[in-house]
């Protein structure tokens, strides 16, 4: 399975993005997730939504983002709001469960998002 994020882009301060995440495949038993690495950072956990739509989030990110998926379109999506310029970063769409009974795991290319202030 590939994965194929995009909607990232260059913005200020306040305004919003939403994040898109394709997969080349079905995503409806599995756990996605959104990532993000700033530069010279760690890559942290952003948000999660299991195959049963139950969704998680970092605590500096509750109430501003929020994770969604669509699996007719194989598709996750990341609705970034209020974002700040410490939200600047790579963001990773992840994905992972199991295919034919094995444990997999997939990160998508990243797309990049630029806060400016």
């Known amino acids: 399975v590939q994965l194929q994020a995009s909607g990232g882009g260059l913005v200020q301060a306040g305004e919003s993005l939403r994040l898109s995440c394709a997969a080349s495949?079905?995503?409806?038993?599995?756990?996605m997730a959104w990532y993000r690495q700033a530069p010279g950072a760690q890559r942290d956990l952003v948000a999660t939504i299991n195959a049963l739509g139950t969704t998680t989030y970092a605590e500096s990110v509750k109430g501003r983002f929020t994770i969604s998926r669509d699996n007719a379109k194989n598709t996750v999506y990341l609705q970034v709001n209020s974002l700040k310029p410490d939200d600047t970063a790579v963001y990773y769409c992840y994905m992972r469960g199991l295919r034919n009974g094995n444990p997999v795991t997939y990160w998508g290319q990243g797309t990049l998002v630029t806060v400016s202030s």
């Open positions: 495949g079905s995503i409806r038993s599995f756990g």
